[in-house]
């Protein structure tokens, strides 16, 4: 066993070796500018990104290969998806909807058009995180031109009802985004059976190398248009100029082909793990609490709240895992996680939150010493918890006058 | 987070881990801090009523490895020493020993903060004894 142990898969993975070899020679043999349409150099790149574009087209089930364009990764692309439909249907209207769990480059864009003068709602979500299809209803107004709303959540794992959403969005006349940037490769994905118009994903979640991404960006029923975020050269249909990142798209191109290939096999297999380390923790544990629907969760997720124990000291006792407290996205602040604020979590609970996030190395050795491990330290803090001493002796927290900052 | 060997000391190895009997005459327990804030200190010491010396101390810490070590060199500390000399404590002479960051200098506070309630706590008890 490798230590420490990577379980923090949401955050990043490491390349699959079939998606490095497939990249090496891009970097020195086939080299050539994807858009040099003169010679061989510049043909065979090109040709090598169509193939990866055709790749990314079978992950997310677009109807044509044209509808996929290539980005720097899912945050470019939620940028784009969302500010480029705001600006080109900015005369059909100016409001826009999401909901309060997206991650960070969603939240803040709509962040940034508000001050630009767009109306924002933000809807609530159930204490699952799910957004219901009747409540995005309820929102959409006719000035209403988007709505985004994520497949599935990079901190508490929960599937949101992406279909029924799109089917009220197509109803109404909304042009529906989503970031499906942690769905991919852990759910199928199918942009028509999920009635949605653009959709974000990235390469370094699903094996794939950092620094590229892509969105779908529908072309029939209806078509949809997107104010481009960068000028230039007009690459990717005007929609985003620069020179393609050509090693980069191919091991996208590589890691979807890889994913969409081993999806059932993999998520059985690591479902068969996060459930073992679930029922490890549970067995072993009392109030420990679930974050995230039980059920309609991605197979490789796990975020636990191991109340009277403070997060940072748990991860301070476990320096064998590598995993990640709160949202990994803010982990600079000290603000306890926004996601499961907004999910309901009390305070004092969020702050005792961990994520595991399993993925295609996780071994059942290291489930094994997981549970252990995070047992142990569990148990150690807990004896240090005057929290849990009190709990124990049948105090209720909340009848104590805390003297607090 | 990077903490300092200190720190990891005091948390991998706490001293005065544990409680004592609150309902006792010459204990004195302090409670301070809050679950929502992310930091809650009990801290208990055993007084020797003749000498007014601190014979035992007792801390329990729900935070992170910088409280739990601020509280920990706190019970270190009173262990041993008089009333008066417990309360000179100050938060800034854990942050030098223990080399806290500006960032967690709170937690220093909730320590010299949790010392002062212990001891507060004793001198209430004992006062009433007194004029009963």
């Not at chain 1, 979500?125 to 985004?148: C, F, H, M, W």
């Not at chain 1, 852990?186 to 999920?194: F, G, R, T």
Request: net charge negative; proline share 4%.
């Amino acid at each position: 066993m490798k230590f420490p142990i990577y379980l923090d898969y949401h955050a990043t993975t490491p390349l699959d070796p079939e998606v490095l070899k497939t990249m090496l020679p891009y970097f020195t043999e086939v080299f050539g500018n994807a858009a040099s349409r003169n010679h061989e150099f510049g043909w065979t790149a090109e040709a090598a990104v169509e193939k990866a574009r055709h790749q990314i087209a079978k992950l997310v089930g677009a109807q044509h290969d044209k509808e996929v364009i290539f980005t720097s990764g899912a945050t470019e692309s939620n940028n784009l998806a969302i500010q480029g439909v705001a600006e080109m249907y900015k005369e059909k209207g100016n409001h826009i909807i999401t909901s309060p769990i997206e991650h960070k480059s969603v939240l803040d864009t709509f962040h940034f058009l508000e001050k630009k003068g767009y109306e924002v709602t933000i809807l609530p979500v159930d204490s699952y995180g799910q957004v219901s299809p009747e409540v995005v209803r309820n929102a959409i107004t006719p000035k209403t031109i988007l709505v985004s709303i994520m497949t599935a959540n990079n901190e508490i794992g929960t599937i949101n009802p992406i279909a029924e959403i799109g089917k009220v969005c197509k109803e109404k006349g909304v042009i529906f985004h989503t970031d499906a940037v942690q769905a991919a490769g852990k759910i199928p994905l199918n942009v028509e059976a999920m009635g949605v118009d653009l959709m974000s994903v990235t390469a370094h979640k699903i094996y794939g190398p950092k620094g590229v991404g892509a969105l779908y960006v529908r072309r029939k029923n209806p078509r949809v248009r997107i104010a481009p975020l960068i000028y230039g050269g007009g690459h990717e249909r005007g929609m985003r100029s620069g020179t393609l990142n050509v090693p980069g798209i191919v091991g996208f191109g590589k890691a979807a082909e890889i994913a969409v290939r081993v999806m059932q096999d993999e998520m059985a297999q690591i479902k068969r793990l996060r459930d073992k380390l679930w029922e490890g923790l549970q067995k072993n544990l009392d109030e420990i609490y679930l974050n995230g629907h039980p059920t309609e969760r991605i197979a490789n997720n796990l975020n636990f709240s191991f109340a009277f124990v403070e997060g940072e000291s748990l991860m301070m006792g476990m320096k064998e895992l590598a995993v990640s407290s709160g949202s990994a996205c803010t982990s600079a602040s000290l603000e306890p996680s926004y996601v499961l604020k907004a999910i309901g979590v009390g305070e004092d609970l969020a702050h005792t939150s961990i994520r595991f996030g399993l993925g295609r190395f996780t071994t059942d050795e290291e489930i094994d010493y997981t549970i252990e491990k995070v047992v142990e330290t569990v148990k150690k803090l807990r004896d240090l918890s005057p929290l849990y001493e009190m709990v124990k002796e049948g105090i209720d927290l909340k009848s104590i006058a805390w003297t607090g900052h | 987070m990077a903490y300092t060997k200190k720190v990891i000391e005091h948390y991998e190895n706490p001293r005065n881990v544990g409680s004592l009997d609150k309902n006792a005459p010459n204990v004195g327990t302090g409670l301070v801090g809050a679950p929502e804030c992310g930091d809650v200190m009990k801290l208990q010491i055993e007084i020797d009523d003749a000498t007014r010396v601190i014979k035992d101390a007792k801390f329990k810490t729900f935070g992170c490895g910088s409280a739990i070590a601020s509280s920990s060199l706190a019970t270190e500390w009173i262990k041993g020493k008089t009333i008066e000399e417990a309360l000179a404590i100050k938060n800034t002479d854990i942050v030098e020993e223990l080399s806290l960051p500006p960032i967690k200098i709170h937690c220093s506070v909730l320590a010299e903060d949790a010392i002062k309630a212990a001891i507060s706590d004793y001198l209430k008890k004992n006062q009433e004894v007194k004029t009963a």
